[in-house]
């Protein structure tokens, strides 16, 4: 089948990728299957960019999120914030130089 994919990012100079703050996003409830997040968590809100996640993520969605060791240092801290948020970790890894957890939607 087709799937359709959409990008955003805080700031965006490419006309396929739509600058948003990702706290907010434009989508309805439940829309996706999956999202993806990669050099995300450079702010402090973790915990609002994961609520926004469990929002548009359909029921069972799966997020698979990748970061430099900067901004995972602390896999727990991040574990948690996204249980908080209903994503429970079902993975987490170290490939290359980042992190990266999947985590699904309950």
Do not use: C, Q
Not at 54 to 82: D, F, M, Q, S, W
């Amino acid at each position: 089948g087709t799937h359709k994919v959409k990008s955003y990012d805080h700031v965006s100079l490419d006309p396929r990728i739509t600058a948003v703050d990702i706290t907010n996003t434009p989508d309805a409830d439940s829309t996706y299957d999956v999202a993806a997040m990669s050099l995300a968590l450079m702010g402090n809100n973790w915990r609002e960019y994961f609520d926004e996640v469990y929002r548009i993520l359909k029921p069972g969605g799966v997020l698979v999120l990748g970061e430099t060791p900067k901004h995972a240092a602390n896999p727990t801290k991040i574990t948690t914030e996204l249980k908080d948020a209903g994503l429970e970790v079902t993975e987490y890894y170290k490939e290359g130089g980042f992190y990266f957890f999947t985590a699904e939607k309950t």
